[in-house]
């Protein structure tokens, strides 16, 4: 088994994989607070770290159907939420590469 290279995020304000603790994403890529998950509330994020993306799937979710792959934290495979792939509603569209990380699957760092 080889190495797993984790990236180390700067700055204070860090959200990190609630199981093994690995960075997953910095305060200030947060793009809404207002987003539910399977487990509860979640974050839409611009961007995040260390994790795995899912093959495609089509789901329907609250706000219609999404092209979508699950994200799994690229140290301890614990899934962390999903990618928004492709949006089918122009209403939805700015969700299309963004990252929601459910809130049960993160810690804070520097709060």
């Known amino acids: 088994m080889g190495l797993i290279f984790q990236e180390y995020l700067p700055g204070r304000r860090i ?30 994020f611009k961007s ?3 994790v795995c993306l899912g093959p495609k799937e089509d789901r329907v979710l609250l706000t219609g159907l999404h092209t979508v792959n699950d994200i799994y934290c690229k140290c301890c495979h614990q899934i962390l939420g999903w990618r928004y792939e492709k949006a089918y509603e122009e209403q939805e569209k700015y969700k299309e590469g963004k990252y929601i990380i459910e809130r049960t699957r993160m810690l804070k760092e520097g709060w």
């Open 48 to 50: 995040v770290v260390n």
């Open 15 to 44: 959200f990190k994989c609630s199981n093994c603790k690995a960075h997953s994403a910095a305060h200030d890529q947060i793009f809404s607070k207002h987003f539910n998950g399977r487990f509860g509330r979640a974050y839409l």
